[in-house]
Nanobody
């Protein structure tokens, strides 16, 4: 069974840090470009950032640049989202997703590019 499972979400104070993990099973993880998305209540799901299959390309939405970092550990079938200097507006359910197209060299921000999704993990940043 192909599956992505996010973990690490919790309540954190503004200015704090948090690391989310997304672990994959049932696929050859090293072949996939991975993305992180988030959805706040009443808002559309938005692209946060991504990392290519080779880790040669990363991409971030402007609101998180300089604060968030995506990395991957293929030996652990895991992609990470390191979040620093968190703000209340970062509060959302965070999802990881796998790109439909294997070996994509450039990260794509369009959520329709991704066809495998995790269940999400809640991040709440208090003011």
């Amino acid at each position: 069974q192909v599956q992505l499972v996010e973990s690490g979400g919790r309540l954190v104070q503004a200015g704090g840090s948090l690391r989310l993990s997304c672990t994959a099973s049932g696929l050859i993880f090293s072949k996939y470009t991975m993305g992180w998305f988030r959805q706040a209540p009443g808002k559309e799901r938005e692209f946060v950032g991504g990392i290519s299959w080779s880790a040669g390309d990363t991409n971030y939405v402007g609101s998180v640049k300089g604060r968030f970092t995506i990395s991957r550990d293929n030996a652990k079938n895991t992609v990470y989202l390191q979040m620093n200097r968190l703000k209340p507006e970062d509060t959302a359910v965070y999802y990881c997703a796998a790109d439909t197209y294997l070996y994509r060299s450039m990260v794509v921000a369009d959520l329709t590019t991704y066809n495998l999704w995790g269940q999400g993990t809640q991040v709440t940043v208090s003011s």
